[in-house]
């Protein structure tokens, strides 16, 4: 695992870019405790999970039980039982293109494409290489390692075999040249090797597989071909029967032909198993390549043949299958992707033993799956791994660390419901390895919202990750049936439904989602199932007044309390329809009043679990279509969701089913604002040079809206202010709500009494406040109106806002108030107590401010810097320079060592903490370039020193900043390697033995060693140690508990093989005894006696 050095800060130096602290806001400031120091934070990987992206290779261990994956970027994933897995690394970054174990050795032999072979070390807990050859001259194209030998074969595009002992990793003086294998009659090159494996029942014969069709059996001894197999073509794969009397071979026109190994002139069996056999008897017409074949027998019954590939040329557009032949039956299992390899999985580890398959493990190119081979109908089993994060592709992502711990078996047990049925009855093979023992206990949750419109919940604790629920919010709309009935009104070309940005909050169990189309959902969670006749609607028209911005309407500093009658702009803002209301055509052909998405009229099943409370929709204005939303908040407490983009804020009271506030950004400035700026007009913008919007990217350019938030690299679909240089053009623009926070705060700097406030922050770095006039709980919350007035701007920062928090006057956070959960589904009386319960269990408010005392700190975090103001005087207190040269793509207040901080992630690489409230630097790593948009898209830090992102399409990679975490990752990781006896060799049986027809042996030794056959060309291949020899890699971060256990082990297997020599000696000793008795009994008995008497 790669620790990263860190640049550590001297505690109570700040920055050379950070300006002084006023003096009259520092008092306040002085009285916060600080306990957090650099010495707190460290930056390590913790654990990737998800499906390997682009797998190119497999293996499998079949006494470990564990399974290995290579991909095309060097990646190597290992799999054991649920919850045990481990992410490696080869530096080159070259194509993995096979894998071998040594089986129950606990190493693992990795063949790249840059032709070089790897041993890898799995008997600790974080995998390392300890030998490396990398080949100079020739291509390498297969390689085979015999169950128990040490030495490896390596096949390569010239024909050749080379042959490497894994201990030492030197390359033996013996090599397999082609022009001696093949007939030397032979005029063209056989071409590369494609299959090496030894003879089952004869370990001094190899047998060989050349591209071109010729098979060569081998003998070591001799160093000759005892056999030549031709077919007229390429071959792709070859595979043993368990007695080595006969192998099949694979072949490029769909053929499988079976060669008996002492009559290689002809083939004993040729068969196309896809290919339509004409009736003429001539040969049947080819078909698709078999890439491979497998053979394996059983004891009891007929041999299974496993393939893939192999359909007719006119099964254009068929999935990929796999087909299984048993006896006279053929099965073809179609597969949802292509199939890159296959394994099968046989209770014994030996060839020349009866094979006895039980399962298939087949890599395909987006997942994996595990057929049961013991069950009629062949069920796959139920994948234990979380290797559906990239079912959909992940447009947006939050991860809860320390959530209340009564969320996951409330989302398991809802999830539960969801599982599909059908699955093998049978416990999940690939079984290997053990669970760490930290003991990180805290819940985690990780949210992921994808293109389709679904979204996931994740059990994210201990380092592991087990989906809990899935919600598809899709179904609130109709679909089109087909793309003729594609709706006009789309504002993306794909993936309509795909979720923006979502608000959850885990005590309520309130969830607001934001989707691509300009819509807004807000779910609440029941146990209970329930049938919606109506779905609840609500549509708002977004829009910028232009005739009145250049020149805004005189008056107060604050603009009227809303809702008035004049506030909303049509009917729809104000009102419920119970049914979408009627959109209209103007002469000139603009659209009016239409929503992207039509809410489905006929009744909506809800199960338990998230269930939809009200449908918000944007709707066009104009010809104008709805602007995506970018910025989105929920407080249970108060019954409110906020939504924002770049004509303005709009704020829905989901209790009253109303529109409270709809407003420009421009209104939410007073006019005797200091920050008051005159925006431009949004009309659609001018194409520059080079694709670059003038626009912000929330804008309405066709570029923008043609594309879904699953595009990736340039992304224009991600909607938080966050691109490269180009923003200071795109920002002049227009000013786009970037970030909301409610809160229980001041207003107004002359205000002594809290009251609930929603900070609004935008892409031009201003913060503005909004004071909320709410009515009690209880009946006159339902009946009585929200008042809304604007505050004007609080403070200005550079960059957009990316995050609000409030601590009170001890550095403590002030989380947003909440309503904690009931059932809304439940009986009257439960739900009365649930709400007397809940009234009861509201946060206490926090004492009112005395004149001329400031009792709070507003912390504000923008793409640039980062300030604590101190409220209700809005004196600021502390700024840091975070960045010049770039800027910030997430920012997030995390609770970390009992103290907050704000963690920071920059587009350079950097991640970044500040103390709070001081703002002092404690961390500072040069981690992670900004390759691509998926990367900022999904960024998001969580308490207790956690963090993530998604790292491929697939995979997401889990991080941690926190230093007591990084010093337990041994304990808390998983453990691969397990002492496991190996199973005992096969029973030769006593004729067998007696007349030699049992499996042979071979000392390698003498053949492929330094004396037999000399040195290799130094040339040929360069050796690369490792970090280190097994001996001292064994230990190395393997945990003591591990190095007991294995000392144990030895100590306990050393014991076992000196009590049965004990009982060895015992047994000769006694014998001993017994004959020198007899012998003297003898000796008295004939002592007298003359020789004729005897």
């Given at each position: 695992?790669?620790?990263?050095?860190?640049?550590?800060?001297?505690?109570?130096?700040?920055?050379?870019?950070?300006?002084?602290?006023?003096?009259?806001?520092?008092?306040?400031?002085?009285?916060?405790?600080?306990?957090?120091?650099?010495?707190?934070?460290?930056?390590?990987?913790?654990?990737?999970?998800?499906?390997?992206?682009?797998?190119?290779?497999?293996?499998?261990?079949?006494?470990?039980?564990?399974?290995?994956?290579?991909?095309?970027?060097?990646?190597?994933?290992?799999?054991?039982?649920?919850?045990?897995?481990?992410?490696?690394?080869?530096?080159?970054?070259?194509?993995?293109?096979?894998?071998?174990?040594?089986?129950?050795?606990?190493?693992?032999?990795?063949?790249?494409?840059?032709?070089?072979?790897?041993?890898?070390?799995?008997?600790?807990?974080?995998?390392?290489?300890?030998?490396?050859?990398?080949?100079?001259?020739?291509?390498?194209?297969?390689?085979?390692?015999?169950?128990?030998?040490?030495?490896?074969?390596?096949?390569?595009?010239?024909?050749?075999?080379?042959?490497?002992?894994?201990?030492?990793?030197?390359?033996?003086?013996?090599?397999?040249?082609?022009?001696?294998?093949?007939?030397?009659?032979?005029?063209?090159?056989?071409?590369?090797?494609?299959?090496?494996?030894?003879?089952?029942?004869?370990?001094?014969?190899?047998?060989?597989?050349?591209?071109?069709?010729?098979?060569?059996?081998?003998?070591?001894?001799?160093?000759?071909?005892?056999?030549?197999?031709?077919?007229?073509?390429?071959?792709?794969?070859?595979?043993?029967?368990?007695?080595?009397?006969?192998?099949?071979?694979?072949?490029?026109?769909?053929?499988?032909?079976?060669?008996?190994?002492?009559?290689?002139?002809?083939?004993?069996?040729?068969?196309?198993?896809?290919?339509?056999?004409?009736?003429?008897?001539?040969?049947?017409?080819?078909?698709?390549?078999?890439?491979?074949?497998?053979?394996?027998?059983?004891?009891?019954?007929?041999?299974?043949?496993?393939?893939?590939?192999?359909?007719?040329?006119?099964?254009?557009?068929?999935?990929?299958?796999?087909?299984?032949?048993?006896?006279?039956?053929?099965?073809?299992?179609?597969?949802?992707?292509?199939?890159?390899?296959?394994?099968?999985?046989?209770?014994?580890?030996?060839?020349?033993?009866?094979?006895?398959?039980?399962?298939?493990?087949?890599?395909?190119?987006?997942?994996?799956?595990?057929?049961?081979?013991?069950?009629?109908?062949?069920?796959?089993?139920?994948?234990?791994?979380?290797?559906?994060?990239?079912?959909?592709?992940?447009?947006?992502?939050?991860?809860?660390?320390?959530?209340?711990?009564?969320?996951?078996?409330?989302?398991?047990?809802?999830?539960?419901?969801?599982?599909?049925?059908?699955?093998?009855?049978?416990?999940?093979?690939?079984?290997?390895?053990?669970?760490?023992?930290?003991?990180?206990?805290?819940?985690?949750?990780?949210?992921?919202?994808?293109?389709?419109?679904?979204?996931?919940?994740?059990?994210?604790?201990?380092?592991?990750?087990?989906?809990?629920?899935?919600?598809?919010?899709?179904?609130?709309?109709?679909?089109?049936?087909?793309?003729?009935?594609?709706?006009?009104?789309?504002?993306?070309?794909?993936?309509?439904?795909?979720?923006?940005?979502?608000?959850?909050?885990?005590?309520?169990?309130?969830?607001?989602?934001?989707?691509?189309?300009?819509?807004?959902?807000?779910?609440?969670?029941?146990?209970?199932?329930?049938?919606?006749?109506?779905?609840?609607?609500?549509?708002?028209?977004?829009?910028?007044?232009?005739s009145d911005v250049d020149s805004p309407d005189p008056g107060g500093e604050q603009t009227p309390t809303?809702?008035?009658?004049?506030?909303?702009?049509?009917?729809?803002?104000?009102?419920?329809?119970?049914?979408?209301?009627?959109?209209?055509?103007?002469?000139?052909?603009?659209?009016?009043?239409?929503?992207?998405?039509?809410?489905?009229?006929?009744?909506?099943?809800?199960?338990?679990?998230?269930?939809?409370?009200?449908?918000?929709?944007?709707?066009?204005?104009?010809?104008?279509?709805?602007?995506?939303?970018?910025?989105?908040?929920?407080?249970?407490?108060?019954?409110?969701?906020?939504?924002?983009?770049?004509?303005?804020?709009?704020?829905?009271?989901?209790l009253q089913k109303t529109l409270l506030l709809n407003m420009g950004t421009s209104e939410l400035y007073?006019?005797?604002?200091?920050?008051?700026?005159?925006?431009?007009?949004?009309?659609?913008?001018?194409?520059?040079?080079?694709?670059?919007?003038?626009?912000?990217?929330?804008?309405?350019?066709?570029?923008?809206?043609?594309?879904?938030?699953?595009?990736?690299?340039?992304?224009?679909?991600?909607?938080?202010?966050?691109?490269?240089?180009?923003?200071?053009?795109?920002?002049?623009?227009?000013?786009?709500?970037?970030?909301?926070?409610?809160?229980?705060?001041?207003?107004?700097?002359?205000?002594?009494?809290?009251?609930?406030?929603?900070?609004?922050?935008?892409?031009?770095?201003?913060?503005?406040?909004?004071?909320?006039?709410?009515?009690?709980?209880?009946?006159?919350?339902?009946?009585?109106?929200?008042?809304?007035?604007?505050?004007?701007?609080?403070?200005?920062?550079?960059?957009?806002?990316?995050?609000?928090?409030?601590?009170?006057?001890?550095?403590?956070?002030?989380?947003?108030?909440?309503?904690?959960?009931?059932?809304?589904?439940?009986?009257?009386?439960?739900?009365?107590?649930?709400?007397?319960?809940?009234?009861?269990?509201?946060?206490?408010?926090?004492?009112?401010?005395?004149?001329?005392?400031?009792?709070?700190?507003?912390?504000?975090?923008?793409?640039?810097?980062?300030?604590?103001?101190?409220?209700?005087?809005?004196?600021?207190?502390?700024?840091?320079?975070?960045?010049?040269?770039?800027?910030?793509?997430?920012?997030?207040?995390?609770?970390?060592?009992?103290?907050?901080?704000?963690?920071?992630?920059?587009?350079?690489?950097?991640?970044?903490?500040?103390?709070?409230?001081?703002?002092?630097?404690?961390?500072?790593?040069?981690?992670?370039?900004?390759?691509?948009?998926?990367?900022?898209?999904?960024?998001?830090?969580?308490?207790?020193?956690?963090?993530?992102?998604?790292?491929?399409?697939?995979?997401?990679?889990?991080?941690?900043?926190?230093?007591?975490?990084?010093?337990?990752?041994?304990?808390?990781?998983?453990?691969?390697?397990?002492?496991?006896?190996?199973?005992?060799?096969?029973?030769?049986?006593?004729?067998?033995?007696?007349?030699?027809?049992?499996?042979?042996?071979?000392?390698?030794?003498?053949?492929?060693?330094?004396?037999?056959?000399?040195?290799?060309?130094?040339?040929?291949?360069?050796?690369?140690?490792?970090?280190?020899?097994?001996?001292?890699?064994?230990?190395?971060a393997s945990g003591v508990v591990g190095d007991l256990a294995r000392a144990r082990i030895a100590l306990?297997?050393?014991?076992?093989?000196?009590?049965?020599?004990?009982?060895?000696?015992?047994?000769?000793?006694?014998?001993?005894?017994?004959?020198?008795?007899?012998?003297?009994?003898?000796?008295?008995?004939?002592?007298?006696?003359?020789?004729?008497?005897?």
């Open positions: 695992m790669k620790k990263f050095n860190i640049r550590k800060v001297l505690d109570g130096l700040t920055a050379s870019s950070s300006s002084a602290a006023h003096s009259g806001g520092s008092r306040e400031s002085d009285a916060v405790q600080e306990t957090l120091q650099s010495d707190h934070f460290q930056l390590c990987k913790t654990v990737r999970h998800g499906f390997p992206y682009q797998p190119s290779s497999m293996a499998f261990d079949p006494v470990q039980k564990i399974l290995a994956v290579g991909t095309q970027n060097g990646a190597l994933r290992l799999f054991g039982r649920a919850g045990v897995e481990c992410y490696c690394q080869h530096e080159s970054g070259a194509a993995i293109i096979q894998l071998q174990f040594l089986i129950n050795e606990g190493a693992l032999v990795s063949a790249l494409a840059d032709d070089s072979i790897h041993l890898w070390n799995l008997r600790q807990k974080i995998p390392a290489i300890l030998h490396s050859l990398k080949f100079s001259r020739e291509r390498i194209t297969y390689v085979h390692l015999p169950f128990q030998s040490k030495w490896l074969y390596i096949g390569t595009e010239r024909g050749n075999i080379h042959i490497v002992n894994v201990e030492s990793f030197t390359l033996s003086g013996y090599v397999i040249m082609w022009n001696k294998a093949i007939e030397l009659s032979t005029k063209t090159h056989p071409g590369p090797v494609v299959h090496i494996s030894d003879h089952p029942m004869d370990e001094g014969k190899l047998l060989i597989g050349f591209e071109c069709g010729v098979v060569v059996l081998w003998d070591l001894k001799c160093k000759k071909a005892d056999y030549r197999y031709t077919y007229d073509e390429a071959i792709h794969s070859v595979a043993w029967h368990h007695e080595g009397k006969q192998f099949v071979c694979s072949h490029s026109d769909g053929s499988l032909t079976t060669w008996n190994v002492r009559a290689p002139a002809k083939a004993a069996q040729i068969i196309t198993p896809h290919g339509k056999q004409p009736k003429d008897g001539k040969k049947p017409e080819p078909c698709k390549p078999i890439l491979k074949v497998e053979y394996k027998t059983t004891r009891a019954g007929e041999p299974f043949m496993i393939l893939s590939g192999g359909l007719s040329y006119d099964t254009v557009g068929r999935r990929a299958c796999l087909t299984v032949m048993h006896g006279k039956s053929t099965t073809v299992l179609e597969m949802d992707y292509p199939i890159v390899d296959f394994l099968t999985l046989c209770e014994t580890p030996y060839p020349n033993d009866f094979q006895e398959p039980y399962a298939v493990v087949v890599l395909l190119e987006k997942d994996l799956v595990l057929i049961d081979l013991g069950q009629i109908g062949y069920p796959i089993f139920e994948n234990p791994y979380p290797l559906t994060i990239h079912e959909s592709p992940v447009t947006c992502c939050e991860y809860f660390a320390d959530c209340p711990a009564e969320l996951i078996p409330a989302l398991y047990s809802v999830g539960s419901r969801q599982k599909r049925q059908g699955y093998s009855k049978k416990e999940w093979p690939i079984s290997g390895g053990n669970w760490g023992q930290g003991t990180q206990s805290y819940p985690e949750i990780i949210i992921t919202g994808h293109a389709d419109g679904t979204i996931k919940f994740w059990d994210a604790s201990a380092l592991m990750l087990q989906v809990l629920y899935k919600l598809k919010t899709a179904k609130v709309f109709e679909r089109a049936r087909g793309k003729e009935e594609k709706p006009s009104t789309d504002i993306v070309d794909e993936d309509p439904f795909a979720i923006q940005t979502l608000s959850w909050c885990p005590e309520s169990r309130m969830l607001c989602v934001a989707g691509v189309s300009a819509h807004v959902i807000v779910y609440r969670f029941s146990k209970q199932e329930v049938t919606t006749e109506v779905v609840q609607l609500l549509e708002v028209r977004m829009q910028c007044d232009f809303l809702p008035t009658p004049g506030a909303a702009s049509s009917p729809q803002e104000t009102e419920l329809p119970t049914q979408p209301s009627t959109g209209s055509n103007s002469s000139d052909g603009h659209r009016d009043n239409i929503p992207c998405l039509q809410v489905r009229s006929s009744p909506l099943k809800q199960s338990p679990g998230y269930q939809v409370e009200l449908v918000i929709q944007l709707v066009w204005v104009s010809g104008e279509p709805p602007q995506q939303i970018t910025s989105l908040a929920i407080n249970s407490s108060n019954g409110l969701v906020v939504f924002g983009n770049s004509n303005g804020l709009g704020v829905v009271d989901y007073s006019p005797s604002d200091p920050y008051q700026r005159q925006p431009c007009s949004p009309r659609k913008a001018r194409q520059l040079s080079g694709g670059i919007s003038e626009s912000n990217e929330g804008s309405n350019t066709t570029e923008d809206r043609c594309k879904s938030p699953t595009s990736d690299a340039k992304d224009n679909s991600f909607t938080r202010s966050r691109s490269s240089s180009v923003t200071s053009i795109e920002r002049e623009s227009r000013e786009v709500i970037s970030a909301f926070h409610f809160c229980e705060s001041f207003p107004r700097k002359t205000d002594s009494l809290l009251s609930p406030c929603l900070l609004v922050g935008t892409t031009q770095g201003s913060v503005m406040m909004v004071a909320l006039s709410l009515s009690p709980g209880g009946d006159s919350r339902l009946q009585q109106p929200v008042g809304i007035s604007s505050c004007g701007t609080l403070v200005k920062l550079k960059g957009g806002i990316l995050t609000m928090a409030l601590l009170d006057s001890t550095g403590t956070l002030l989380p947003p108030s909440y309503e904690p959960w009931y059932d809304p589904n439940s009986s009257d009386e439960e739900k009365e107590k649930e709400k007397e319960k809940s009234r009861r269990r509201r946060p206490a408010s926090p004492p009112s401010s005395q004149e001329g005392q400031d009792h709070q700190f507003a912390v504000l975090c923008s793409e640039k810097q980062a300030k604590v103001v101190a409220l209700p005087s809005q004196t600021r207190i502390h700024k840091h320079n975070i960045t010049e040269s770039s800027f910030l793509l997430r920012a997030d207040v995390v609770l970390m060592a009992g103290e907050n901080c704000i963690a920071c992630f920059c587009a350079n690489g950097h991640i970044m903490t500040l103390s709070l409230p001081s703002l002092r630097p404690l961390l500072d790593v040069n981690y992670l370039p900004l390759t691509d948009m998926r990367i900022a898209r999904t960024f998001c830090f969580s308490n207790l020193g956690q963090a993530l992102y998604l790292v491929s399409p697939a995979e997401f990679q889990r991080i941690t900043y926190s230093q007591d975490t990084c010093n337990n990752l041994q304990e808390m990781l998983s453990e691969l390697f397990t002492p496991v006896e190996t199973p005992e060799a096969p029973n030769r049986g006593f004729f067998k033995g007696l007349f030699g027809g049992g499996a042979q042996s071979l000392d390698r030794e003498d053949l492929f060693g330094e004396t037999a056959s000399g040195k290799a060309s130094r040339s040929l291949a360069q050796h690369i140690p490792g970090p280190g020899g097994m001996e001292g890699m064994k230990g190395a306990d297997e050393r014991g076992q093989k000196l009590g049965e020599l004990d009982e060895r000696t015992a047994a000769m000793m006694a014998s001993a005894d017994s004959f020198s008795k007899h012998a003297h009994d003898m000796m008295l008995k004939y002592k007298d006696k003359k020789w004729y008497q005897l």
